[in-house]
């Protein structure tokens, strides 16, 4: 049998993942378990101990080419060894620290694909002050619940926050080689709750694997990751039916902010809102 094709799953939070991956495993060709998966810091953390090894230094300077095919084969082997019980042509991988390493991933697999998670930042706020109003006792892991909601929203969106960091990512795909462009498929979370059956539809075929129908409103429930990494201000939970999300009402100055300060974002995926708000309501 030949190795599975690697799918990376990734973007930003609270973007849709849980429910993406919950849709790929309706495929019967798709392996995926919905966990945020530890490989990516397990092959970081390889790397990163390897570089700094006197003993294969030495080596490569002796020897570089047949020493780094070593290395290289090892580590490939590594990651192949992860999916090894797996019958399924396709496995995914799901942490968002795969966008900004897509030519890792292609060196594991030339056939890498990445599905890329986004969603109005605005909601992505609003989602996570909701949250955090229903968790007021337990504090972020990098302590936000002291902040005012303004405070927050700039922690959060900063270029190391837990959405900016993936953020700066998505901004920085103009970046890479067209070849590495072709190898994502951003998935908008409003188009994937709307139209989950058309956007899988195309995903799949993306993807070369088979059509597959899926029903929306009798999904199979998943085991849930664990949410208290992240003192449940996250959650990962997944549900037997699509429902259409709540939108979530914010301050007009953080809104109008993130849209200032992220123009390129919403010009890329959310013109509408630009449009709309740069020329009035339209009759």
Same mark, same amino acid.
């Given at each position: 049998? +030949? ?12 973007? !849709? +993942? ?8 309706? $495929? ?8 945020? +998966?530890?490989?990516? %810091? ?10 700094? *090894? ?18 290289? =084969? ?20 799901? $942490?968002?620290?795969?966008? /900004? ?18 969603? @109005?930042? !605005?909601?992505?706020?609003? +989602? ?17 619940? /002291?902040? *005012?909601?303004?405070? =927050? ?11 900016? !960091? ?13 070849? @590495? ?8 979370? @409003? $188009? ?25 409103? /009798? ?11 992240? =003192?449940?201000?996250?959650?990962? *939970?997944? $549900? ?7 939108? =979530? ?29 740069? %020329?009035?309501?339209?009759?």
């Amino acid at each position: 049998m +030949s190795d599975p094709k690697l799918v990376c799953v990734t973007g930003l939070p609270r973007s !849709g +993942s849980t429910l993406l991956c919950q849709l790929l495993a309706e $495929h019967p060709d798709i392996d995926v378990d919905g966990m945020s +998966s530890p490989l990516f %810091g397990a092959l970081q953390t390889l790397r990163a101990h390897l570089s700094d *090894s006197d003993f294969l230094l030495s080596r490569l300077d002796g020897d570089f080419d047949r020493t780094y095919r070593r290395l290289q =084969r090892s580590c490939r082997a590594f990651a192949a060894a992860w999916w090894d019980e797996t019958e399924a042509p396709v496995v995914v991988d799901k $942490h968002r620290g795969w966008l /900004n390493q897509i030519e890792l991933a292609l060196e594991l697999d030339p056939e890498a694909r990445m599905l890329v998670c986004v969603r @109005e930042l !605005g909601q992505i706020f609003g +989602s996570i002050e909701a949250q955090h109003r229903q968790t007021l006792w337990l504090d972020f892991p990098d302590d936000l619940a /002291n902040l *005012s909601p303004y405070a =927050r929203a700039e922690a959060l969106f900063a270029p190391k926050g837990v959405v900016g !960091g993936p953020l700066r990512s998505v901004q920085a795909v103009q970046d890479r080689p067209p070849e @590495e462009q072709q190898r994502l498929f951003f998935v908008v979370f @409003e $188009h994937l709750t709307s139209e989950p059956e058309t956007v899988m539809a195309d995903l799949f075929a993306w993807l070369g694997l088979k059509p597959h129908d899926i029903d929306p409103q /009798n999904l199979t429930v998943r085991r849930q990751e664990a949410d208290s990494y992240y =003192r449940f201000k996250y959650p990962h *939970s997944t $549900h037997p039916k699509i429902q259409p999300p709540r939108r =979530r009402q914010i301050s007009p100055r953080i809104d109008a902010e993130l849209k200032q300060t992220h123009p390129w974002f919403y010009e890329l995926f959310y013109p509408g809102l630009l449009s709309t708000e740069a %020329g009035g309501t339209q009759p």
